[in-house]
Every structure is written in C-alpha cells, then in structure tokens.
C-alpha cells in the first residue's frame, strides 16, 4: 500500500440548472486567447445529447481510455510501441468540425457603417479564417434538447434502451432531459499521461492535479486521443496542448477553482482523498461490474487512525491528512455511496463524481388528457429515464448502484418531509430508510451537506505549503522580495 | 505506477509559473450588473494593468439564519461574461450623431449664434426634418465632440419647452433598482424641466394588475431565501432556471428539505425538468387549472372538512365575510357592490361611511362596521385603521360570519357567466335581507358568492356540477380538462397536496410566477384564481408561502428617499409621471390599428366593455384614473399666462380658468386628438435602456410613427373609430425632433437613435443596487474610470443640466409657472374620491379637479437655475418627507447631512451637495428608513398614529443604523424592516410580503383593509371581472394582424411566446460572444418537432416569421420539449446581430421579436380614484401584454441575404 492524496470532486446532478456560468467563469481566466477559442476546458452538456466534442462517448470512434487486457490494461489508442511507430500519425483525433469552428462578428460595421438604405447588421464571421461563415454548430449546440431529434435521439448512451423506449423519450408522458457539466477528470490512471510520448503530462504529488507542461509539450496530440473525456485541447497558436488545471493557482491561494466558486447551483464539492497508489491498476483491470466499487475500495478512510499513520509515513502532511477529514468528497463517494464517477469503463479512474439528478414523475397521456404518474419525492421506479440509461453513463452497466443512489436520496426527502410536514407516515419514512440501507442520523448529515453546506463546507481546498515548493528551487525569502518583478516576455517557442 | 509522474524533479515543474502569472491581478473592485433581470449579483472585478480582465461573484453577503442556506455565490452566465463588453468593438467610446443631422444643424448654427434658433430651424424645414428621420437606423453616423452634442440636446429641450411646453419632452429608463443614481439622473434633470418620465414596470408588462386589485401593492414578494421555507412550491410562467439563476439553488435545496416542487409550463422547460410534478398546462390557461383547485379546495378543506386555521384566516385578512348586495337581472339576481356602511341607519353619521363596510356578527346577528376599511385610512380621527375586528363605531368585538348557508333568510339564483363557454348558470346562494336606505335588499358575503362562483353547490338548488367530473360545470376539475389538457385527477390531487400542506404547515404554500403568465391580455384573473387557492389555505404573509411573482427589478429598497432625489422632490418639483402603455399606445398610433377585444361579456346599453379601447383610455385620462401628456392642446405655461391675462390671481384661480375652459370646450385634453402635430411628443432621451425593439411591443410602428423610417408593418388601420377622439388623415409619420440615447453598446436603440452618448458600463461608476430576490443593499463601484470619453449617467445628466442652464439664461432667465396635471393618486386621499363612475364631459356629475377629473395644480420651474438645483439637495425636504400615505419628520437628518457632508453654496444658501454621486447614494442611504435605523422607527411611529397598534419595536432594535456608501462597498448589507415593505426581517428571519399585516394587524392598502377576492367597481361589474373568472387567451381571428398575411402552403401558424432567455437578458448580453457562442450564434425561433417536419424545416434551417405588424428571420430550433401549436422565441433579440433580409418584405431587413407584436391595452385596468384601483406609477395602469401573439413560420426561401 502506498498512500496518496488526490483533489477529487463531486458534482450534484440534481442541483445543476444547466446556466454554463462555470464555462465561462473558466473561459474568462484561461481560455480567452488566440488558439484557445474552442476550448472548453469546461463545458456543461445536455443529456441525453451528444455533447462537445460531438459523440465523445463514442469510444470506438475516438479511442480514448483504457480496455481490459487479463489482469492489467491498455491503452485503446495503441500500445506504447504501436505509438511510437505512429507517433506521425493518429486517425482518432476530434477534428474542427467535431468541436466547432469559433466566430464572431463584424461588430464595427455597426458604428462604422456608412449611410445607407437599409439597416447595417454584425455579420458572422470565422475566428479560424476571418472570413465570412455560417453557424452550424457550437459548443452547447443541443443546449436543453434543440434539435432534439437529431442530437438528443444521437445520445450514445441510449443503445442501452429499447426501441419503444427511445420513442417515448419524446412523447410529453416520458419527455426528460438534465445537465452534465464536465471538466478533467484528474483521473487516478489517465489516458492522457499515458499516451503523450514527451512526457510532457504528469499528475502533481500533492493534489493529482493533471498538468501538460508547456515547456515540454511536442504536439503529438495522443493526450488528446488518449483521454476518453476529450478534456484535454490542441492549441493552434502554440502548438502545446492545454487542458483544465483545477485552477492550480486559486487553489494554491486557498480558493476554490474558479468553476466551482462561480457554480450558482451550488452542486459542487471539492475535497481531498486518500487512495492506495499501489492498487491502481488492478483496480483499473476489473471487469466492468466491479469497477466503480473498485474505484471505492481504493479510497481510504482518513478517519482509520491505521490509514492516517500509513499516509504519515508515506509522506503526506498532517495538514492534508486533516483537510481529507472534512472531505465532502468523501462523504458522498464512500460513506454515502450517492456519487458515481462518469463512465468508469473507460478505465481511467476519474476522480469527478456525480449525484445523479432526480426528475420529474412520469405520466400518462390518453385522449390529450395528461394525467400524473407516481409518486413526487425522487421514487426512482416512477421516474422518466430508465435506470439503464443512468448506469450506462455512471455505473458501467452496473443498475444496482445508480439505484442505490436513488433509493438513498429517495429516502433522505422523505425523512426531511416527515420532519418538516409530517404528512408521511412513520413506517413509510422507515421503510425506505432501511430499503436505502441508511439511518435518520445519515439522512439527516446527506440534506446538511445538500442543502445547508456553506462555501467553505462544499470546497475544503488543503493547505498546498507553497513556501516549499519554492524551497526547493529557491530562497522563499528572495522569491517574497523579487517576485513579480521584471519584464514579462513570452517564451521562444509559440508565444 | 511509473506513470505518476509526480516525482519530476521541482524544475521541471518551474514553468506552472505559466497559468500562475495569468491569474495575478492588481485590483479588485465590487460590483454589479445594472441589468434588468432582478438578480441584484454582488460581483468583484478583477484589474490587471488597468484593464478590467475578469469578474467572480462576491461570496460574503451576511448570514440570514444558520438555519436558511446561504445566499451565495449570486450571478449567473450572463453576469460573469459581462467584462467581454468593455474593450469590444460594440463599445461605444465617443459621441456619435447621424451625419445627416450633424450637416443640417452645423449649418443652421452657422447662420444663427443662438443653438435655440438653430434648433429650430432644423425642425421647421420639414424636408431637412424627413431627410435626417428616414436616415435613422441606417448606418451613417459619425463622432461629435461632448459639447457640441449637449448643446444640441440642451437646445431641443429648451425649444420644444418654449414652443409646444415641457411636457413634450420625455425620458424612458428602466428599473431603477439596478442603478439608482444613474436612473435617478436622468429623472432628476427631467423633473427639473418639467418633461414625462416614462414608466417601464407596466409597459414590460412585469406588473401584475392582480396584486394591486388584491393587496392594493404593486409588487410585494418574498426574497428568494424564502422559498427554501415552503414546502409546496408551484412555479408557473417562470422559468426558475432560466431566469432566477442565483436564486434556484434555494429550490433544490428545499427539496433537498423534504418540499415538493409543481412546474405548470407548456413546454418541457429547465425548471420543468427539475420539478417533482410536471404539469404541461396550455399556454395561457392556467387559470382554468387553478379555479378547479379552488373548486376542489372549497370542497374539501371549507365544506366535507373544516380546517379551523383557514377559516380564522379568511375571516381577518380577506374580504370574504363582507357583505354585497345582490341586484335584479333580467331574470335573477347578479352580485353588486359592496354593502356601504352609510345605507345602514346605524352608521348613517359615520365620517367617511361610504367607505367603510360591513359583515354580518355572528353573535348579535347584526351587520357590524369592522375597522381597517379604506374610510379609517383617511378620517380625520387617527389610530382606527387595523385589522382588529372591532365595531368601528364603538370598539365592540365582532365575529364575522362567512356563510350564510345556516341562517339565510332565503336562496337566491344568480347568474354565473362562464365567459369561456358562452353560457351562464345559475345557482342559488344563501342571502340575508338587510333594511338599508335603499329598503330591504338581499345581501351576501363574498364567500358564499366564490362558493357558488366555483360550483360548489353545499346541497343549494341551480345549476351545481353533479361533482368533479361533470365536465359541463365551470369549474370542476373535469371542466378545466378542455382548456388546460391536464386531467381531472392530477388536478384534485394537486389540490389536496396543496390543501393538506397549507393546513399542516400553516400556510407554506407558495406560487412563484413570472412573465410567461403575467404576458397575457387576461393575467391578471389567472393571477386571481392562484391567489384565491393560497388566501383560501392561509398562505399569504406567512414565511414559505404567498404569491412570489418576480419579473422585472421593481423593488428600489431605499423608495422613499429614492424619489425624492429623483423625482426631485426637494426643490417641489411635481415630475410627469406617465404609464408607459397607455403613452405608446396612443402616440406610437398603434391605437389605429386596434380593434379591441370582445370581453367574453354580454355587452348592454352603456357598458364600458363594449367600447373601443381609445375611447376608454381617452375616458380615463379625462376623469383623472390616468396620466396623459402632453396634457393639453396647449403650453402648461402659456395656459397660466392666459389664465392671469384672463385675471386669474391665486394658483386657485388659475386652476379654476383651465377648468372652465376644459368644461366649455375651449381647451382640450391632448389625448383628445393625439395626432395634431401641437400634441406630439418632440424629444425621446432613452438612459439604460433599450426602447426600441427590445420593450418596444409593436416595435414597427415605432418605426414608422415616432421615427419615421424604413418599417416592416403591412397592417391596416381599423375600422372602428373611438368616440370622442379625433383621428386625422393619414397618420403622422416620424412625430419625433430628436431620438437621443445614453448607451455604453451598439444596441437596436443606440442603432435608431440620432445622438448617442457614450456611457459608462457598470463596471466604470459608483451606484446602488437593489432587488427583491434579496435583502440586501449593495453598491456599483468603479473598477476603472469612464473608458474612452464615455462618462457616468449621472455625470451625463449633470453636465446637461450645466448646458440646459447655460442656454436658459437667454430664453428662460427667471422662474416660470405651470399647470401640471395629475392623476387620482393610490396612497392619498384622492383614492377615495370617485365611488361611482361619472363622466363630467357627458355632464353626469361636475367637474371638481381632484375628485371628478384630474388634479390640477401650478408649479414653478427655473430652468437658469436647473443645474445648480440638479446638484444640490433642496431644503424644502426639511418640511418632511412622504411615502405611501404618511410623513415624518427629516429636519434634523438633513441638517446632519449639510453640516458633515460635501456641501454647495449658492444664492446664499448651504446645501448637501450631489455633485458626485457618491453624495446621492450617500444622502438615500441616509434618509431611507431601511438603511437608517433611525428614519426606520420614525416612519414606523408615524404608521402607528395611523394604525393605532404598536409598530416602533420593529425598529428598536435597528435604531442606531447607519449606512454608507462606503459600508456597501465593504460588504452587501441588509436592509432593516420598514413600513414601507410588507415583511418582517428582524433576527435574521427571511423576508416574505405582508407578515406586517398578518402579525400587526396593518391593513392593506385595500377598499376594505383586507386582500380582495371581490372587486365591485363598476367596471369589474360590467367587464365580468368582480368575482374572480376564467377567459380564454386571445384567439388568432380576434388578434387581428394575421388579416393581411397569407400562410404560405409550406407554413403553419404558430402562438407566439416570448418568454425570458437563457443566453441574454432581454437584449442584454444577447450581442455578447459569449452568450452567443454558447446559444446558436443568434436567438432561434423555437418550435416543435412535428410541426416543423410539417412544414419541411430542419433544425438550424433560416425561417420567416410574420404577420401583418412585421417579420423576422432567423433560424429554427427544433425541438420536442416544445408544444406542438406554439412557437418561442425567446425575449430579447436584437436586429444588430446577424438578421438578414425579409423575402416578403422586398428584402429589407427584418426585425426582432417585437416587430410581430402590437400594444393592446386591457381597459378595464384603467380604472381609478377607487381605493386600490387608483394610479400610481410602475404601479396601476394596463401593461402592454403580448403573448396573445399569432405568427405565421415559413422555411425561408433561398438563401438567406444580408
């Protein structure tokens, strides 16, 4: 066993209102540049849809990931050998039109439009050629089922239902969709670092924060192949690779990354976990039905005294020992067992959880007369998706655990509708506790941390001892007194 | 694992000093967005090298309740891509003015020194007039220096004033609450100079008629924290997701809380897919939905059980025990009027007893006189106007009955119009007779008559549903089914959801409603028969329940200071506070095109339901229910010269003259031939808005009749000619002298106007901001100054009053007099004035100023000294101040303000100065009793006089309050409880409406002190509207602009529903890039998936969509979350960004949202002088609805052009 600590996250599906303010709270910071306009590096998604870049579920088109080989895995892309001999050539790259090609418009003509006949107008204009152009994508281009007929019945998740279930899916009676927001994963065993023959990508010792470092970057672009999320972004102007960084320097400062301090449906959570480095990979090489508890045991609990002296000596700080105590991440992950990682067939570990969301009851429509099915309160059984649907996307398959998520947060309202309005039985309340396998007390601790959580509660960012970081390449003290100062120059190559 | 790669040696590591550099910043400054969204975000702006780079919400507003979630962080997508505007190339940086203009006028002002004549010069060569208004919206402009373009402004203003009088010049901005200052700048100058400020809360159509009929309110809801309180949320026409992005959470986290959430919506929206129950009722007939749950409420919860908090509800806080008098039909009776207190014997002598009413007590069998009715308001004697049940004549307790089903003297059949269905039922009610002056007359109460209103038959005979399923019998749940497509069992299962939460929780029910409901002609009874479910299960005023209706950001926390500085009240300044709609309606002349609307009613002999709408608008103008201006046919200061000349002395005298000239005939009110050219509105200043397309409902006759260019309208005018108003041939074209707008981006205003001022955005001034989704009070701050030449509001207003002043010491050297007109006004004595309905220009009653008609009064104005009054803060505010009915003292707080605070000195006079806008937020601040805890406990022991009940210990703890500007700066902070707003916020406790009147036992401001079912206003009567009732929305044939448009065999016909964006607020970061990148690059055209396969579009295809008001173009989403009959297009595009060229309109450009919609006015909310139905601005009057709109969709043929 080898302990490390890694910022994991988790995102409240039921809580998110799909308003992408997280998108462009990150755009505005890191993406805002020439070469960078198409980048996303947070992005929220309509599902079912078929999301940005399009169909990036679709492994056997894009190759990201891993697969099962025996006891260990592999990249889908190639092996390492396969990549180095070509490393001149990968057919499973996104291409322009796979993203979207970024625009703007004459704004100017607005102000400078000579007197005419007719009203000017800003026209559309490509900011990869500069030239005129026509919109036919973007980057939240199904946002909330437009084009529902095209992009919505396109879900690659929705092999996994029937014929007749996919019909419905448009029929009034059955018609659903929510939100899936998505940044990098900063995955336990991501496909990007594993893929990029520079090795120019790392995870960082102290947080797992994936980085592509822009000193070393070549260009290859296998990270961009090799993550099945499709989170990390060529960069046309540098020519480096770039992808989410978790905001490595809000979070060095002691703030949360930027997506998550803007998140105005306060779904997400931020926190540190402690996992056994050692059982990576035979964690990752489990068969599909077993990987997300897989994913589980490799988490420990940092309130094992045994797991905290072992964390000691494998070099973790008290400090990040303590902030993994109050690690909301934890509390939904492994004790309440309510978060499931996005797509965990992929193999890669991703350490981004999501709550699945509750949706409205499903009904009946008979002579154009609407009538309500089942019961409110998040009964997983009288909702309008499938559970398959859930599980193809958060379980690998596996229906027990989303519905286990279910039951449980069925269970928590329930408990709090008895408290607060008393209108449900005593037994009934009980009932569904034990079916959740849960208590009051947890119940109880589940809505504080969904409803009440304050800022500081929802993002517990660990101390990250900057001093020593900068130890040990310089003075702290001379950093204190000169940095900053000095000319700003861009770097020889891309800048 | 070799792969973790985390043992890299640290220099390796040394270039993640890359992203670190980015994120450094130099400075970070609060504040906000003064956009009219009600979001009210606190924000930091982040500075970099003196650029503004970014903004990240501010997370550090005040803890409510440890047991409340937090209010944080606040802002949505559209807040945080804001920095995108300052640097962009929508920017605008300079003045601009078309050059056609500038050509004309540089060369008038070369031939005359003085800018008036050159004015007027350019206006009176009608060619020249043409040329520059068939220029506008055309490109063509070109950069003018600051004073050059304030004189020319200056000089119009001063030139309308002379030639035509002040009340020709207008102002529109919005939504004070998201900039106060900056609104308050504008509004000041135009207060100063006696010009029209235009309303924006009812010409959005944001305003709920309902809640003044109900509450006597405006507005009046609980803040956003408060929904996490409730544990049945309905939300309807709005779009929680979508619009009240920073406030959802609280939603979320109520279910969370073990709260149910219903979404009744017509398409499967953001908020629909987060609900519990989603309830696709038909656009616009919500209504139907809710009197079946009323219906069900009445039978479960008042009839097959009792529920004791209920019942103890209605009998204190609604008008349901009082009593009304039943009056013969043609064959039966129909409900009348309120029983007055006066037509008893024993109240004969009472004061003010025709204002006062009655219940039955159920002890001495009696009809008893309970205080708090609207008469206590305004006696002479003080302390009698609460809610306590107590004979206004001797202070004995009464328990009012609410039924008369167990001691009814007799049944009697009434009549029962079922508008919708065309029929009329009838159906017994339990009555008393009662001896009154008028002899024995059966009355009832308003709960037997909502009884039998909503089929409840308790065993009476007539025509009573058989039961919920009688699908004939208004209003059953079975009933309903027709017009909503919800079934009957959804609907009584919501009702006993609704019911059964009410009664165990004491009332945590609430409805949050927005604009997809307030939009349509007949909201404001969809409103009444929601609010009838919650008044019914005792929700209103108690925490986690009530009517949260929230559309448009109407609520200026600090009000009553607010209005002085900006309406100018402390120099005496009367402002011309004109509602918007009736304004547009008749001088944008869409008044010609409209036919009305049949009512539903059968119409007899002189009923006002069957005339046109121009007529009743004229009507209420002249019997003083509304403002109109210009006033008269003539100068308000020419009339009082002609009035001296005549011998007038007095102010009363000159008062007397207009009157007798009005009622012989020798004057005329303007409204009475609008299109005379004497009766135009001149000059349009448009501040933080966005007055064309974006508000503008029947933006193309915009076009057309105020501008006078290039429009899309193929409408005809109607037949139908009003009574009483003169239409001349053929409609002006081009009414307006100069369209100048104040704006920091090249929207569709700035695009139409002549003269563009640069403003300062948001991130560039200091101000104040406010919302009713919160509590707090927070501040706009500078990040960086006025980029480019642009400047602040409030410096742009200052330095035109220097110029104003400036020119007006040649033409207006000394102080002058007018006569202002002004309506009977709510919250003063006037309300009571007009009992019945009588017309003095048809002779039925005299002409008395102020009770019969208009209040006149004479006013001074000194436009010499217009600038030094715009700066300085008036002592005449030392006399006191007044809001909403009561004054209290401010002498003392004033004299604070001029001994410690900036000051000016002229004339011999020391005053507060407000040179710098950090001196007005600072004197708000300092006045308001929500920011002052010391102005809080004098306006609370000035409403305990009123009230009699002791109030001041809501603000004894606060007293010693006082907030700054720079406080605000520090941190948000919450403002204190205050008897100008309903709620109790003391101890951290989340506001919610009307908990004063609950707890306190204050009245609403009300005919009977109580909320209202029952509106027994003439009118009401005659347009069916008394009781609470069902209409269907406006059908296609009766909307009247599809007349001239054909569908083309490939197309459909579509209601067209505009509700709020997702990508834009109103136009509002609509041209962003970010919002546009992220949306489809423009605002589609939203429409089901097999209407479109109908028509052969594809999603992303360009469609045409029109009518005969005008067309758009853009592109199609298509969709299965929308109905299948309905289109939407979402509320606001602007026609700057990427529009092509109409086919059907010989390929110009085609137009917005609002070039498919025309102003209709619903006339019987014109009604006024009665109590709670009386004007007031952004507060009575009828909005411009506009969801009765039908389009026809088309693919667009070929290819699209620009």
């Known amino acids: 066993m080898k302990i490390r600590a890694q910022t994991a996250m988790v995102f409240h599906l039921d809580k998110c209102i799909g308003c992408h303010t997280c998108s462009i709270a990150c755009k505005n910071i890191w993406t805002d540049r020439h070469g960078t306009e198409y980048m996303w590096w947070n992005n929220v998604e309509t599902k079912p849809g078929t999301g940005y870049p399009t169909l990036w579920e679709d492994q056997g088109k894009y190759r990201g990931g891993w697969e099962k080989r025996g006891k260990s895995v592999r990249l889908r892309l190639h092996s390492r050998m396969e990549g180095l001999a070509n490393i001149f050539y990968n057919p499973f790259l996104p291409s322009l039109d796979d993203y979207y090609e970024p625009w703007s418009y004459r704004y100017s003509d607005l102000t400078n439009a000579p007197a005419g006949d007719d009203q000017p107008v800003a026209r559309p204009v490509s900011m990869v050629t500069g030239r005129e152009m026509k919109i036919e994508a973007g980057p939240n281009w199904d946002d909330d089922l437009g084009g529902s007929g095209i992009y919505a019945a396109g879900d690659f998740n929705l092999a996994t239902l029937t014929t007749e279930e996919r019909k419905q899916l448009f029929l009034l009676d059955r018609l659903v969709f929510f939100h899936l927001p998505r940044i990098c994963n900063h995955c336990l065993n991501p496909g990007c670092v594993a893929a990029c023959p520079t090795g120019a990508i790392y995870k960082r010792g102290e947080d797992g924060i994936v980085l592509v470092s822009q000193e070393k970057c070549r260009a290859w672009r296998m990270c961009v192949s090799g993550c099945p999320y499709k989170k990390v972004y060529f960069n046309w102007k540098t020519g480096k690779s770039e992808k989410c960084i978790l905001c490595y320097p809000r979070q060095e400062t002691c703030q949360a990354p930027a997506c998550f301090h803007s998140c105005v449906g306060r779904i997400r959570y931020l926190g540190t976990l402690l996992y056994d480095a050692e059982g990576i990979e035979q964690c990752a090489a489990r068969p599909d039905n077993d990987l997300v508890e897989a994913q589980r045991e490799l988490i420990l609990d940092p309130g094992d005294s045994l797991v905290r002296q072992k964390a000691r000596e494998d070099g973790v700080h008290e400090a990040i020992i303590e902030a993994a105590r109050k690690s909301p991440v934890y509390r939904f992950v492994k004790e309440w067992r309510l978060a499931l990682p996005l797509h965990p067939e992929v193999r890669t570990l991703p350490m981004l959880f999501y709550v699945p969301p509750l949706l409205p009851v499903a009904a009946t429509m008979e002579k154009g007369r609407y009538e309500l099915g089942g019961e409110p309160c998040g009964d997983p059984s009288t909702e309008r998706l499938p559970i398959r649907y859930f599980a193809a996307i958060f379980s690998a398959g596996n229906e027990e655990l989303v519905r286990e998520a279910y039951r449980k947060l069925h269970a928590v309202r329930l408990h709090r509708r008895r408290e607060t309005v008393g209108d449900i039985p005593k037994e009934v309340v009980q009932r569904a506790l034990e079916e959740a396998r849960s208590t009051p007390q947890e119940a109880e601790a589940i809505y504080r941390m969904t409803s009440l959580a304050t800022f500081a509660e929802r993002h517990v960012v660990p101390p990250f001892f900057r001093e020593m970081s900068i130890e040990a390449t310089a003075d702290p003290a001379e950093r204190k007194e000169t940095t900053g100062v000095g000319f700003c120059r861009p770097p020889k190559r891309g800048w | ?1202």
């Not at chain 2, 059949?413 to 017994?428: E, L, M, N, P, V």
């Not at chain 2, 008044?591 to 007529?615: C, K, L, N, T």
């Open chain 2, 1 to 1202: 694992m070799s792969w973790i790669r985390d043992l890299v040696k640290p220099k390796a590591r040394l270039w993640e000093e890359f992203y670190r550099n980015r994120w450094q910043y130099d400075r970070v400054v609060r504040s906000t967005h003064g956009v009219n969204c009600t979001g009210g975000c606190s924000w930091f702006v982040y500075v970099k090298e003196g650029i503004i780079v970014w903004e990240m919400q501010a997370t550090d507003y005040p803890l409510l309740d440890a047991t409340l979630p937090q209010y944080e962080p606040r802002g949505c997508q559209r807040g945080i891509s804001f920095s995108w505007y300052i640097y962009s190339p929508l920017r605008i940086k300079y003045p601009y003015i078309r050059g056609v203009l500038l050509d004309l006028w540089r060369r008038a002002r070369a031939e005359h020194t003085d800018p008036l004549a050159a004015w007027e010069a350019v206006v009176a060569d009608e060619k020249g007039r043409r040329s520059y208004q068939k220029a506008r919206g055309k490109g063509g402009f070109r950069r003018i220096g600051w004073e050059e373009a304030l004189e020319i402004i200056a000089a119009a203003n001063l030139s309308t004033c002379k030639r035509y009088g002040s009340d020709r010049v207008v102002g529109f901005s919005p939504i004070p609450a998201m900039s106060m200052c900056s609104y308050a700048a504008g509004s000041r100058y135009l207060s100063l100079l006696g010009g029209v400020i235009l309303s924006f809360y009812d010409w959005y159509a944001d305003l709920p008629p309902a809640s003044p009929e109900t509450w006597g309110e405006k507005t009046d809801v609980a803040e956003s924290a408060d929904w996490y309180n409730s544990k049945l949320l309905v939300v309807m026409g709005c779009n929680l997701n979508m619009t009240r992005t920073p406030d959802v959470h609280f939603v979320a986290e109520a279910r969370g809380n073990g709260s149910r959430l219903v979404v009744l919506s017509p398409d499967f929206s953001q908020v629909a897919r987060y609900a519990d129950w989603w309830l696709p009722v038909t656009a616009g007939h919500d209504g139907a939905f809710w009197l079946a749950v009323d219906h069900v409420i009445l039978q479960e919860f008042y009839t097959t059980r009792q529920v004791p908090y209920f019942i103890n509800y209605l009998k204190r806080y609604a008008d349901a025990p009082f009593l009304v008098e039943l009056e013969k039909s043609e064959n039966g009776y129909v409900p009348g009027r309120f029983v007055r207190a006066t037509s008893l014997l024993r109240y004969s002598n009472v004061e003010k007893g025709e204002w006062k009413f009655l219940v039955l007590d159920e002890k001495s069998d009696e009809p008893r006189m309970p205080r708090g009715s609207i008469g206590f308001r305004w006696q002479e004697r003080e302390g009698e106007w609460n809610l306590e049940m107590k004979d206004g004549l001797d202070g004995t307790e009464i328990t009012p009955l609410l039924t008369f089903l167990e001691c009814s003297n007799d049944i009697l059949q009434i009549d029962f119009a079922d508008y919708a269905g065309g029929k009329t039922a009838k159906r017994g009610v339990p009555v008393r007779y009662l001896e009154t002056d008028k002899g024995r007359v059966p009355v009832t109460t308003v709960f037997d008559l909502l009884m039998a209103r909503c089929g409840v038959g308790r065993g009476l005979s007539g025509d009573y549903p058989g039961g919920y399923d009688d699908e004939e019998s208004p209003y059953t749940p079975a009933w309903q089914e027709r017009y909503t497509g919800v079934g009957r069992e959804t609907v009584v299962r919501f009702a006993r959801e609704w019911g059964e939460t009410a009664a165990r929780t004491g009332g945590k029910c609430t409805i949050i409603v927005g604009s997809g409901t307030n939009h349509w002609y007949h909201s404001n009874l969809t409103y009444r028969s929601g609010i009838m479910a919650l008044i019914l299960c005792g929700c209103v005023g108690v925490n986690g329940g009530g009517l949260n209706h929230y559309t448009g950001q109407e609520k200026v926390q600090p009000e009553a200071s607010w209005a002085t500085l900006a309406f100018a009240h402390d120099w005496g300044a009367e402002p011309r506070l004109q509602n918007t709609p009736s304004f547009h309606y008749v001088h944008s002349d869409q008044w010609r095109y409209d036919q009305g609307v049949s009512e539903g009613v059968v119409v007899e002999g002189d009923s006002p339901a069957g005339r046109h709408p121009m007529e009743l608008q004229a009507a209420a103008v002249r019997m003083g229910w509304l403002p109109f201006y210009p006033q008269f046919d003539r100068s308000p200061a020419d009339l009082v010269l002609a009035a001296e000349e005549e011998g007038a002395k007095s102010d009363e005298e000159i008062i007397a003259w207009v009157t007798k000239e009005l009622k012989e005939n020798r004057l005329h009110f303007a409204i009475e031939d609008p299109d005379a050219p004497g009766n135009w509105p001149r000059v349009w200043l448009i501040w933080r808005g966005n007055a064309l397309l974006s508000s503008a409902k029947g933006h193309e006759y915009f076009l057309k009749h105020y501008l006078g260019t290039h429009h899309n309208s193929i409408a005809d005018e109607s037949d139908d000619m009003p009574e009483g108003v003169e239409r001349s041939d053929p409609a002006p074209v081009g009414k307006l002298d100069l369209v100048v707008d104040v704006n920091f981006r090249m929207d569709t205003s700035a695009l139409y106007s002549d003269l563009i001022l640069p403003a300062a955005t948001w991130y560039e001034k200091d101000d104040l901001n406010s919302t009713d989704l919160h509590s707090f009070i927070h501040p706009l701050s500078a990040a960086v100054p006025p980029c480019w030449e642009s400047r602040s509001d409030w410096d742009i207003f200052k330095a035109l009053a220097e110029k104003t002043a400036e020119l007006a010491r040649t033409h207006f050297p000394a102080s002058f007099r007018e006569v202002m007109t002004t309506p009977l006004r709510h919250d003063t004595p006037a309300e009571i004035a007009q009992s019945e309905v009588h017309a003095w220009y048809r002779g039925e009653c005299a002409a008395v100023p102020g009770r019969t008609m208009p209040q006149f009064t004479v006013v001074e104005r000194d436009y010499a000294q217009i600038y030094e009054r715009f700066v300085s803060l008036g002592s005449r505010l030392r006399e006191g101040m007044r809001e909403k009915g009561i004054s209290w003292p401010v002498a003392d707080l004033y004299d604070e303000l001029r001994d410690s605070a900036p000051v000016r000195e002229w004339q011999g006079e020391t005053f507060p100065s407000l040179e710098n806008v950090v001196d007005a937020a600072n004197v708000i601040l300092h006045f308001a009793p929500e920011t002052n805890g010391e102005a809080a406990w004098r306006t609370f022991q000035a409403l305990e006089r009123r009230v009699g009940l002791p109030l001041t210990d809501l603000a004894a703890d606060s007293r010693a309050i006082r907030n700054t500007f720079a406080d605000l700066v520090a941190q948000p902070r919450r403002v204190l409880t205050s008897p100008f707003w309903s709620g109790i916020t003391n101890s951290g406790r989340a506001y919610t409406a009307f908990c004063q009147n609950v707890e306190r036992f204050v009245p609403w401001r009300t005919l009977t002190g109580r909320q209202h079912f029952y509106l027994d206003h003439q009118w009401y009567i005659a347009f069916g509207e008394a009781l609470p009732a069902f209409k269907t929305k406006i059908g296609p044939v009766e909307f009247g602009a599809l007349g001239k448009s054909l569908p083309s065999s490939r197309g459909l016909m579509l209601n067209c529903l505009t509700p709020h964006g997702k990508w834009h607020m109103h136009t509002t970061y609509y041209d962003n890039l970010r919002m546009l990148t992220l949306s489809r690059g423009m605002e589609p055209f939203w429409l089901n998936d097999r209407d479109a396969a109908g028509i052969g579009v594809v999603d992303n295809d360009w469609v045409e969509v029109y009518n005969d008001n005008g067309v758009a173009v853009t592109r199609a989403a298509v969709s299965a979350r929308i109905p299948s009959g309905v289109g939407i297009y979402y509320h606001a595009p602007e026609r700057t960004i990427a529009v092509p060229k109409s086919p059907l309109r010989d390929y110009r450009r085609a137009g917005g949202h609002n070039s498919l919609t025309r102003a209709r006015l619903k006339p019987l909310l014109m009604t006024g002088g009665y109590a709670q139905l009386c004007y007031s601005f952004n507060a009575w009057g009828p909005p411009g609805s506009d969801r009765d709109t039908y389009v026809y969709i088309h693919k667009l043929a070929g290819e699209s052009r620009y």
